[in-house]
Each structure stands twice: as C-alpha cells, then as structure tokens.
T-cell receptor, first 110, second 113 residues
Framework: KAGVTQTPRYLIKTRGQQVTLSCSPISGHRSVSWYQQTPGQGLQFLFEYFSETQRNKGNFPGRFSGRQFSNSRSEMNVSTLELGDSALYLC?????????FGPGTRLTVL | GQQVMQIPQYQHVQEGEDFTTYCNSSTTLSNIQWYKQRPGGHPVFLIQLVKSGEVKKQKRLTFQFGEAKKNSSLHITATQTTDVGTYFCADPSSNFGNEKLTFGTGTRLTIIP
C-alpha cells in the first residue's frame, strides 16, 4: 500500500498570504490528523477529521482550518500567515490507533 | 493543560553504549505510544503500551509503562548508528480513539561512531 502523501513538500510564502496544504491518507484510512512541528514548540496537534467531520481540535487560532473530502483526502488552510507559522506540517492517517505520518510540508513564511 | 515531558532533551552516546529516555505525564494516561523521527524524516510508530507496569521488547529496544501509568521509558541496548533520531512519547487521548496525540518534548539521540 502507498503511504501517506503530502503536497507540496516545500512552500515559501510571505506574511499576510494564505496557504493550502494537501494530504492523501493510506487507502482505507478514514481518520486524518494534522500536526505542526517547530523547534520551539515541538509537535502540536492541530485537528483531526473522520468521515468529513472534525472530531478533535487543538489549541490553534481560527486562522488554521481544515476539511476532509468524501475520499478521505484532507486539506488544511492557514490564512493571514505570520512569521511564527513557519513549520513542518505533518498529516497522519490512522486505522486502529496507530498513526502513519506523511513526509510533511515545510512552510517558510518570510 | 495536560503536559508530557521527556528527559533528557539531548543524549550523545558512543556506539555500543546504552541509551534511555524517560517520559512523564502530569496526568494518568490510558495508554502511551512511542515514535521515532529520523533527521529530516517524519515520526514513525514504534509501540503502544496499555497496561500498568507493562514491559515490551523489540530486539534491542525495551519499553516500560509505569505502575501508576504516569510515566514510561524507552531503553536501547548497545546503540547502533541506525538508532540516531528523536524519540517521542505520545499520549493518544481522544473520545473516539487514539487520533489526537499529545507528544512529549522528545529526546534527540546522536551516536558517536
């Protein structure tokens, strides 16, 4: 089976712009979670979707949003980018508790 | 809120030496997971511990879950260069399953050949 894929792998944006990241889970996995990884804050949970519904949400501002499509693919959007949003954004799909992470999208905000 | 701390933050060992990382939670955990992230890579699931006092082994890796289910440890015997990376413990808490991970702060292991 193919693993979790994320696009794009690298992204450079400027402050105030918005960005959309995409995640395709492992076939058959219906849960997709998103995480932000930074050197200062570590790995932090953003949100989780299951069957197109947000089931869990972390402590991030409303600028961070996501959605899931009927084929389980997920997108996350960050609006009005700030310098502090520079991070590795990881998505993970899970079937029975074990999470499988994608390679991540490295976002740099200038 | 719930916090998961790991010590040490960094560990440098000679190849062949042992390595241990400790994970401590401010609250009682239902279960705990461990992940490894190689440099430039993404977290990879290693194991899940569920029972109080549980000990599980994977070749040179030994995982323990504390009796009070508030701490856990990962011990690597006779480290090899392939063990390089950051080891995270994670609390998989959610009303629906294990899909919301609260990660520990991580321990970065470097090996001196």
């Amino acid at each position: 089976k193919a693993g979790v894929t994320q696009t794009p792998r690298y992204l450079i944006k400027t402050r105030g712009q918005q960005v959309t990241l995409s995640c395709s889970p492992i076939s058959g996995h219906r849960s997709v979670s998103w995480y932000q990884q930074t050197p200062g804050q570590g790995l932090q949970f953003l949100f989780e979707y299951f069957s197109e519904t947000q089931r869990n949400k972390g402590n991030f501002p409303g600028r961070f949003s996501g959605r899931q499509f009927s084929n389980s693919r997920s997108e996350m959007n960050v609006s009005t980018l700030e310098l502090g949003d520079s991070a590795l954004y990881l998505c993970a799909s899970s079937l029975r508790g074990e999470q499988f992470f994608g390679p991540g999208t490295r976002l740099t905000v200038l | 809120g719930q916090q998961v701390m790991q010590i040490p933050q960094y560990q440098h060992v000679q190849e062949g030496e042992d390595f241990t990382t400790y994970c401590n939670s401010s609250t009682t955990l239902s279960n705990i997971q461990w992940y490894k992230q190689r440099p430039g890579g993404h977290p990879v699931f290693l194991i899940q511990l569920v029972k109080s006092g549980e000990v599980k082994k994977q070749k040179r890796l030994t995982f323990q879950f504390g009796e009070a289910k508030k701490n856990s440890s990962l011990h690597i015997t006779a480290t090899q260069t392939t063990d390089v990376g950051t080891y995270f413990c994670a609390d998989p808490s959610s009303n629906f399953g294990n899909e919301k991970l609260t990660f520990g702060t991580g321990t970065r292991l470097t090996i001196i050949p």
